[in-house]
């Protein structure tokens, strides 16, 4: 089964009011629909530039007061258009605390959600918010679909457990600040492909806001393959340009992803021990380095 995969590369700026947030959303609905694309993936803290509407708050209170229309937007988006959206992630609140939450909507107008497993510094401390708890598989027409929030593509255990429980495409929104940001989370986005032999689609926010800790947005979007003969050469589905606002589009055959894991160059899901012991081995009888 073939997908069409749209990810945008969000540039995110000042606003004057929620309706700019909205129209350049569904502007990039609309563009991948109209190239048939069947789920659109918009980057980690897509609703970051809304904090520096007027009147918005301060805090953790200026993000919860956009949680209804940022649903609301997005739920209609995807009834509209009959397409998958990730709408990339929203700080929610959940009880007294607060998560930096994926929401992905279905065309249906059902929306499911993914929160994010590791937090980075800035979302431990000024931000307190909460861990999510599991790794979700989205079971969906159009495959098995989970999400890795930015620094949790970086954990292999993370999509290991996804691609055991039948995930076959991991969903990475991702906002990085600098090169070596968005590189860590790029190669990791590559490993976790080839080492689970899946599909991996990078969404990265782009731009800049007035915004604490989203200042400014690096990176480029990218659509990723295992490293086997039925794909690219080097892995690369799709990848668009360097800190631009685009829509990057590209095909994945969910049906290759079967073939190879049975008869791929290599086979690393067969290939995998269950546990590894590791021997301490010490060295007599050589000079110490100085």
Not at 3 to 20: C, S, T
Not at 216 to 245: K, M, T
Request: glycine share 8%; with cysteine; charged share 20%.
């Amino acid at each position: 089964m073939r997908v069409r995969i749209a990810a945008v590369q969000f540039a995110h700026r000042p606003l004057n009011d929620f309706e700019e947030f909205a129209r350049q959303v569904r502007t990039d609905v609309t563009l991948a629909r109209d190239y048939d694309s069947q789920l659109v993936v918009f980057p980690e803290y897509l609703t970051g530039a809304l904090l520096t509407i007027p009147g918005s708050g301060e805090g953790m209170a200026a993000w919860h007061r956009w949680t209804g229309p940022y649903v609301d937007l997005f739920s209609s988006l995807a009834r509209e258009t009959g397409t998958w959206i990730l709408a990339g992630t929203h700080l929610t609140p959940q009880g007294e605390r607060t998560t930096n939450t994926a929401h992905l909507f279905d065309p249906a107008g059902g929306v499911h959600t993914q929160s994010k497993l590791h937090l980075t510094p800035c979302e431990v401390d000024p931000w307190e918010l909460a861990a999510g708890e599991a790794v979700h598989v989205f079971d969906t027409p159009l495959g098995r679909l989970a999400v890795l929030v930015c620094y949790d593509i970086e954990f292999p255990e993370a999509a290991r457990a996804a691609a055991e429980a039948g995930a076959d495409i991991l969903l990475c929104p991702a906002a990085t600040d600098d090169r070596s940001g968005y590189w860590r989370v790029r190669y990791s986005c590559h490993a976790r492909a080839v080492e689970n032999q899946v599909f991996v689609v990078l969404a990265p926010l782009v731009g800049g806001a007035h915004v604490r800790f989203l200042e400014q947005g690096y990176g480029r979007a990218a659509i990723l393959s295992p490293c086997d003969v039925p794909f690219p050469r080097d892995g690369v589905v799709a990848e668009g340009e360097w800190n631009q606002h685009l829509v990057v589009i590209g095909d994945v055959d969910l049906g290759l992803l079967a073939e190879i894991r049975e008869r791929g160059s290599v086979t690393p899901r067969l290939s995998r021990r269950p546990e590894y012991r590791c021997v301490p081995v010490k060295i007599d009888g050589l000079q110490a380095v100085r």
